[in-house]
């Protein structure tokens, strides 16, 4: 089981990007995945969760309204497409596998997942 995230880079304030969640040793589709991110000195951050098959989708409030997590299961990958960044979006960013197929109502929390990609590195600055 291994989880590859990718697509972090330098942004200016206001741009976009997507993050990609590659899954390789099982199915994406079978299972909720986590997107977190984690900045320097601070405690890792719930970002939002897919279900399987996009039986639910929630967000944390850091994300509501700016970022959009979505699947292509062909590709067996996960997107996190983020918006109107600004510099405080600046952190790691890893997404996770969760023990169940579905987002519960403690998938903000780190236990609630099972194994987690290696993160990328968002920056966010003029």
């Known amino acids: 089981v291994q989880l590859q995230a990718s697509g972090g880079g330098l942004v200016q304030p206001g741009g976009s990007l997507r993050l990609s969640c590659k899954a390789s040793g099982f199915s994406l589709d079978r299972y909720g995945i986590g997107w977190f991110r984690q900045a320097p000195g601070k405690e890792r951050e719930g970002l939002g969760c897919i279900g399987m098959r996009d039986i639910n989708i929630k967000y944390g409030d850091s994300a509501k309204g700016r970022f959009v997590i979505s699947r292509d299961n062909a590709k067996n990958t996960v997107f996190l497409q983020m918006n109107s960044l600004e510099p405080g979006d600046t952190a790691t960013y890893y997404c996770?596998?969760?023990?169940?197929?579905?987002?519960?109502?403690?998938?903000?929390?780190?236990?609630?997942?099972?194994?987690w990609g290696q993160g990328t590195l968002v920056t966010v600055s003029s």
């Open positions: 996770a596998k969760d023990y169940d197929y579905y987002c519960g109502s403690n998938w903000y929390v780190k236990n609630a997942y099972e194994s």
